[in-house]
């Protein structure tokens, strides 16, 4: 599946960075995991945009703020986490 808004979308290393914040992993691989266990949702980047980062995928937010829901954090800190620009 092909998402045209990717603006619901976050690069692997921009959920790191979120996730990090919260201590739960600090690297791309750990988010590699988390996808790889179905916590997080990934989907294929469009193949003209792959050239800007060395992953094929994207992560919808909705699933990165549903994981960190289901963890105990609240809105306030989830949208702190959040790169600048994104709000859920």
Same mark, same amino acid.
């Given at each position: ?38 916590? +997080?949702?990934? #989907? ?6 792959? *050239?800007?980062? &060395? =992953?094929?995928? +994207?992560?919808? #937010? ?6 960190? *829901?289901?963890? &105990? =954090? ?15």
């Amino acid at each position: 599946m092909i998402i045209k808004n990717l603006s619901h979308t976050l690069t692997l290393e921009q959920v790191a960075r979120a996730l990090g914040k919260f201590n739960i992993v600090f690297t791309v691989e750990g988010v590699k995991t988390k996808i790889q266990l179905h916590q +997080l949702t990934a #989907i294929s980047k469009p193949y003209e945009d792959r *050239r800007y980062s &060395g =992953y094929p995928y +994207l992560v919808l #937010i909705n699933s990165l703020v549903d994981y960190l *829901r289901d963890k &105990g =954090y609240s809105d306030n800190d989830i949208n702190d986490a959040l790169p600048d620009g994104v709000e859920i």
